[in-house]
């Protein structure tokens, strides 16, 4: 089962890069890293996803360690828009955990 | 595109009573997901469509809760004889395959209370 541990909660002040890391050493070999994040009462919203390569996108960049046992969502540059849980998962198992809880300050 | 809805957005009941949870998905989404979302929590898994079909329906937590997609598309969360413990936010997802590189997109959810 690819259960994933994160920190409970971050802070980052406003404007600069948000790191947020997520240990998944159970990860089968095939399956993908997933992250997601929730703003308050709303579903939660994709990110990004990755395999063994680093991924980027409009949004943020998920860097993987070679041995694919943990990982770094990175938000380039934070805004208040981006406090929010963050989740990342192992597909697989759809096990979300409690994810991270990011603070974002002015 | 319209995203994922689910009916209703809020839902009261009482203990011991029967509730249905509406989910409709993406047009042209294969797979479907059910998740209970408590206060504080992560989303839990609870059973995941392919078509018609459950795939896996591990995460019900017992027998007084059933769902159906019976066309493939909309699909019916049951709650039977309702406890206060399955007092939750039901979120719904959707994806095109299913596939392990798919991406799943999320309702607002419906948020239950048992009194």
């Known amino acids: 089962d690819a259960k994933t541990t994160q920190p409970t909660s971050m802070d980052c002040a406003e404007g600069r890069a948000a790191n947020l890391p997520c240990n998944h050493s159970t990860i089968s070999g095939n399956e993908y890293v997933y992250w997601y994040r929730q703003i308050h009462s709303q579903g939660p919203q994709y990110i990004i996803h990755?395999?063994?390569n680093n991924e980027t996108n409009e949004m943020a960049s998920l860097i993987i360690t070679e041995d694919r046992k943990s990982s770094t969502l990175i938000l380039p540059h934070a805004t208040l828009r981006d406090t929010a849980v963050y989740y990342c998962i192992g597909y697989h198992q759809f096990y979300f955990g409690t994810g991270t809880s990011l603070t974002v300050i002015p | 595109g319209a995203g994922v809805s689910q009916t209703p957005s809020n839902k009261v009941t009482e203990k011991g009573k029967y509730v249905e949870l509406r989910c409709d998905p993406i047009s042209g989404h294969t797979a479907l997901y059910w998740y209970r979302q408590s206060l504080g929590q992560g989303p839990e898994f609870l059973i995941y469509?392919?078509?018609?079909?459950?795939?896996?329906d591990s995460g019900l937590p017992n027998d007084r809760f059933f769902a159906v997609r019976p066309e493939g598309s909309v699909s019916t969360l049951k709650i039977q004889r309702t406890e206060r413990g399955d007092s939750a936010v039901y979120l719904c997802?959707?994806?095109?395959?299913?596939?392990?590189?798919?991406?799943?997109?999320f309702g607002p959810g419906t948020r239950l209370t048992v009194l």
């Open positions: 469509f392919q078509g018609t079909g459950a795939a896996d």
């Open positions: 997802a959707s994806s095109l395959l299913g596939a392990v590189s798919d991406t799943q997109y």
């Open positions: 990755g395999l063994k």
